[in-house]
Structure formats: C-alpha cells, structure tokens
C-alpha cells in the first residue's frame, strides 16, 4: 500500500471511529482512498447501490424524484400528475432549472404543479376515481397537453390503485397517451431504481410509436441532458455546428413526440450515464442504435467528445468537428489565461448525484484545480469504475455519506470549494467553505459546452475568491 493511500486510510478511520462498531464497519465499505489502477481488486472498490444505514442520515432522494424530478418532469408538453397526498407533490414542485421554450400552461407545462391531493377517505376507498376526474379536467383546462403522466407516490403502491387501467381507459377516451409510472418513492434504495422505472416507461408506452417525416443519416438524439440553466442548447448548438441533426432531446426542453421518434436515430449520445443508460441498451438491443456517453464540460473534455462523436460519422463530420475545435479553441484558451492564476492550485471536494462527481473534474483541472474528494449520492458499481482512472492516487471516494463525514471530511482535507446539493449548502455556508450548489449551478449556467465553460470558470473564481468567507471562522478537525 503506497503512503498516500495508508495517509486517505488513516483519516477515514479516524472519521468513523465514532459510529458504532456495527455501523463503522458497514460504512467502511462505502468509503476509500482511490487506486487509479484498480488492480487492488474489491479491496479498494466502493461499495454502492445499497440501502442507507437506518439512522445515519442519508441525503438521498426516492424513485419518485428519480421519474418526476429527473427523467420525466422536464417533457415540457406533458402534464405530470403527482398521484397521491399533496406533499411530495409540493416539494418537487421546487425542481431544477430545466428550462425550456413554450408558453406555461398553454403548450407547456414544466414548472406547473399538478397533484391529485390524496385525503384520508382516497387511502380508504381508492383514489382511481379522483384520478379519473383529474386526467378530464386536464384534458379541458390544458387542451395543447401532449400526454399526461401519473407520478405515483408512495401510498398509491400501499393501497394497491390500479393506475395502469384508469391510463389505459383514459389513453382511449382522452385520445392522448396518459402514461402510468410506478414510481412509488419507497422502491429501490434510491432515485436511482426511479429513472430506471420511468425509462421503463416511456419504453412501454412511448417510444417507437411515433413516425419521423424525413430521415438523414446524421440524425442523433441526445440523452440524459435535462438543459439545466440551457445546458442542452449549449450542447445542441456544437452537434449542429458540427453537421448533426438533433432529433430527440432527452428530456429537458423535450417534447413526448421527440421521445417517440427516438428509435429513429442513427446514434445516441448520452450525458447523464446514470439516469438514461437503461433507454440506450434497450434502443440497441431493439433498434440497433448504438450509444455512446459524451462529456462537454470544460474545453479537454469537449475536444475529446467532440472527436469521439465525429468518429461515428463520415469524413465531412470529422472536418467539421476539427474546424469548430480550431474556431473555439481560442476562445477557451482566453477564459483559462484569465481564470487559471486565480485557481490555480485550489483544491475541490464535490458530492453530488448522477454524473457530476466524474465528468466535471476535467473542468476543474483545465482551470488547475484539484480535486480531491468526490463520491455519488446514488451511483451504482459501474460509475465508480469510470471514476477511479479520473483521480489522483489516495483521493478520497465516498458513496452515500452523511452529513457528519462530509463535514469531518472537509475539516481534515480543508478545500478551498465544496461542490454539493442544496441540502448541503446552507450547513457549509455556516462552515464558513466556499460553496458552489452543483446539482442546479446555484441559479446560474450553462456550464456545458463552449457557451458553458467561460460561465463554469467565472462561477468557480467568485466563489473561491469572494473575500466575504474570510469573515467566517473555519472549525479544525476535532
């Protein structure tokens, strides 16, 4: 074992010393100093994709904000029912910035709060008639709506509802999809199980069944990008420079007809690995699509992905993709030579979910920043495989952590930014740690492709170097 692992070992014992001895153990599993090579075997791999320790909190979500607030709530032309009492509901009513373009509550409905308000008597005696009603009176309120899509929550799974015959009688009367999506948010240990359940979804009842009017073989659909802050319209906009036609936006700025026609394109690109790579192996499987994942954040990755998509694609694609390469390259050299001697040596410790914790450490290194630590709210085997060869040896990996460690964690590591949720934000705040909320860009954004990057970099150096935080007095480690 090298000294610098023995070092990251050492201090995650020192942080778990605390739990009892069932729970340090069962922890210690989840937690390890990173081997780039991975030929230490399951001695170094991250256990993952496993139920939380009971009373250790947990800051993951449940598989109904895996469907609602991940896959199926930025289709913009759908009304997204939350089936059940109104809570969940009103939660994740405050989601992320998927934004999109459309008239709310004329033709799209994103940022629209739509919930059966399950009472005491619907638990008793069923809610599939309320639910029957709802589904007619979106029909006359919102006659532009595409489909509709029943979120159900927890007790609808509890009480047995038959959601998937109200859907099926309603598909017919209505004369729209209306979709039935048995997320209930206690399946799985995760949000994770809910982007798969809601992929199955549009699987059964959506995709392949729409017709595409004219076909060209540089037809692509881009796939898990949820166009946070316009992300995906940074992205749409360097495919299209480079020759490609995008016909399916999955799903921010999406459209039900767009996730239809999917099983029309030529290749799949996907950004967000966790929550859509079960849409891409089926569409391979069935179609013969093949898939390929991209990473557009910060100028060394999007050179790489912009190459690698190329290489699908005949010789015109490839001349085109080295000529927008030349075209940005400047343009991304002068927003490192402003902001890199301002980070230069600035250490990041991220936790975030989906594919942040991965895909944004080439971002940070373009900016001569390190990271240090990073680990997956609801990551599974397979995405801390592509993880390991990213990082440094001896960097600190972590799956589901607690509250408690992260802040010992920051204690002992001290980085100069932490990049995390908003449940974390406020508490380092308090810590007095330059924070960046990294799963919504804090209000701000793209920070995808070249469009995204100058903003990524000037997000990073406000924050590092806003002197507010040396108003606050930072804790040592115990």
């Given at each position: 074992?090298?000294?610098?692992?023995?070092?990251?070992?050492?201090?995650?014992?020192?942080?778990?010393?605390?739990?009892?001895?069932?729970?340090k153990?069962?922890?210690?599993?989840?937690?390890?100093?990173?081997?780039?090579?991975?030929?230490?075997?399951?001695?170094?791999?991250?256990?993952?994709?496993?139920?939380?320790?009971?009373?250790?909190?947990?800051?993951?979500?449940?598989?109904?904000?895996?469907?609602?607030?991940?896959?199926?709530?930025?289709?913009?032309?759908?009304?997204?029912?939350?089936h059940?009492?109104?809570?969940?509901?009103?939660?994740?009513?405050?989601?992320?910035?998927?934004?999109?373009?459309?008239?709310?509550?004329?033709?799209?409905?994103?940022?629209?709060?739509?919930?059966?308000?399950?009472?005491?008597?619907?638990?008793?005696?069923?809610?599939?008639?309320?639910?029957?009603?709802?589904?007619?009176?979106?029909?006359?309120l919102?006659?532009?709506?595409?489909?509709?899509?029943?979120?159900?929550?927890?007790?609808?799974?509890?009480?047995?509802?038959?959601?998937?015959?109200?859907?099926?009688?309603?598909?017919?009367?209505?004369?729209?999809?209306?979709?039935?999506?048995?997320?209930?948010?206690?399946?799985?240990?995760?949000?994770?199980?809910?982007?798969?359940?809601?992929?199955?979804?549009?699987?059964d009842?959506?995709?392949?069944?729409?017709?595409?009017e004219?076909?060209t073989?540089?037809?692509?659909a881009?796939i898990g990008?949820?166009?946070?802050?316009?992300?995906?319209?940074?992205?749409?906009k360097?495919?299209?420079?480079?020759?490609?036609?995008?016909?399916?936006?999955?799903?921010?700025?999406g459209?039900?007809?767009?996730?239809?026609?999917?099983?029309?394109?030529?290749?799949?690109?996907?950004?967000?690995?966790?929550?859509?790579?079960?849409?891409?192996?089926?569409?391979?499987?069935?179609y013969?699509?093949?898939?390929?994942?991209?990473?557009?954040?910060?100028?060394?990755?999007?050179?790489?992905?912009?190459?690698?998509?190329?290489?699908?694609?005949?010789?015109?694609?490839?001349?085109?993709?080295?000529?927008?390469?030349?075209?940005?390259?400047?343009?991304?050299?002068?927003?490192?030579?402003?902001y890199?001697?301002?980070?230069?040596?600035?250490?990041?410790?991220?936790?975030?979910?989906?594919?942040?914790?991965?895909?944004?450490?080439?971002?940070?290194?373009?900016?001569?920043?390190?990271?240090?630590?990073?680990?997956?709210?609801?990551?599974?085997?397979?995405?801390?495989?592509?993880?390991?060869?990213?990082?440094?040896?001896?960097?600190?990996?972590?799956?589901?952590?607690?509250?408690?460690?992260?802040?010992?964690?920051?204690?002992?590591?001290?980085?100069?930014?932490?990049?995390?949720?908003?449940?974390?934000?406020?508490?380092?705040?308090?810590?007095?740690?330059?924070?960046?909320?990294?799963?919504?860009?804090?209000?701000?954004?793209?920070?995808?492709?070249?469009?995204?990057?100058?903003?990524?970099?000037?997000?990073?150096?406000m924050t590092?170097?806003?002197?507010?935080?040396?108003?606050?007095?930072?804790?040592?480690?115990?």
């Amino acid at each position: 074992m090298s000294s610098v692992i023995e070092k990251t070992q050492k201090m995650i014992d020192e942080v778990l010393e605390v739990y009892p001895e069932r729970t340090k153990k069962f922890r210690t599993k989840h937690i390890k100093p990173n081997d780039p090579t991975g030929q230490c075997g399951s001695a170094c791999m991250v256990k993952s994709n496993i139920k939380s320790r009971p009373g250790v909190m947990t800051i993951r979500g449940c598989a109904y904000a895996g469907s609602k607030g991940v896959v199926w709530g930025p289709v913009k032309d759908v009304v997204h029912i939350s089936h059940g009492p109104v809570g969940c509901g009103q939660y994740s009513w405050w989601s992320r910035r998927n934004y999109y373009n459309g008239i709310t509550g004329i033709d799209s409905f994103g940022t629209m709060h739509i919930t059966s308000d399950f009472q005491e008597r619907d638990i008793v005696f069923g809610g599939d008639k309320r639910l029957e009603q709802l589904c007619r009176e979106i029909k006359e309120l919102f006659p532009l709506a595409k489909g509709i899509s029943i979120q159900s929550e927890c007790p609808i799974g509890l009480i047995g509802d038959d959601i998937e015959a109200v859907a099926k009688k309603m598909t017919e009367e209505l004369g729209i999809p209306v979709v039935p999506v048995r997320c209930e948010g206690f399946r799985g240990v995760s949000q994770s199980l809910g982007h798969h359940i809601a992929n199955d979804s549009i699987r059964d009842h959506v995709l392949g069944r729409g017709e595409l009017e004219k076909s060209t073989p540089y037809d692509v659909a881009l796939i898990g990008d949820y166009n946070i802050g316009g992300d995906g319209w940074a992205t749409r906009k360097i495919l299209e420079e480079m020759g490609l036609r995008v016909i399916a936006h999955w799903t921010g700025d999406g459209t039900i007809n767009e996730l239809s026609i999917t099983h029309k394109a030529k290749l799949n690109l996907i950004h967000c690995y966790r929550s859509m790579n079960y849409i891409c192996r089926h569409m391979e499987e069935t179609y013969g699509i093949p898939w390929v994942e991209y990473n557009f954040f910060g100028p060394t990755k999007i050179y790489q992905s912009i190459r690698k998509i190329a290489s699908y694609f005949d010789d015109r694609i490839k001349e085109n993709a080295e000529a927008l390469i030349e075209k940005y390259r400047p343009m991304m050299d002068r927003v490192i030579e402003q902001y890199r001697p301002r980070l230069e040596g600035k250490t990041v410790m991220l936790y975030v979910g989906g594919l942040r914790p991965r895909h944004i450490i080439g971002a940070y290194e373009d900016l001569g920043m390190e990271v240090v630590a990073t680990g997956y709210e609801f990551g599974h085997n397979d995405d801390y495989k592509r993880t390991y060869p990213e990082l440094k040896e001896g960097t600190l990996i972590y799956d589901d952590a607690t509250p408690y460690e992260l802040e010992e964690f920051t204690k002992r590591l001290r980085p100069d930014l932490v990049g995390s949720g908003i449940k974390e934000k406020y508490a380092y705040h308090k810590l007095g740690v330059p924070f960046r909320q990294m799963h919504s860009w804090d209000y701000s954004g793209p920070y995808h492709g070249f469009d995204g990057f100058p903003v990524f970099a000037r997000d990073m150096d406000m924050t590092v170097n806003n002197p507010t935080w040396k108003l606050i007095r930072r804790k040592k480690p115990h």
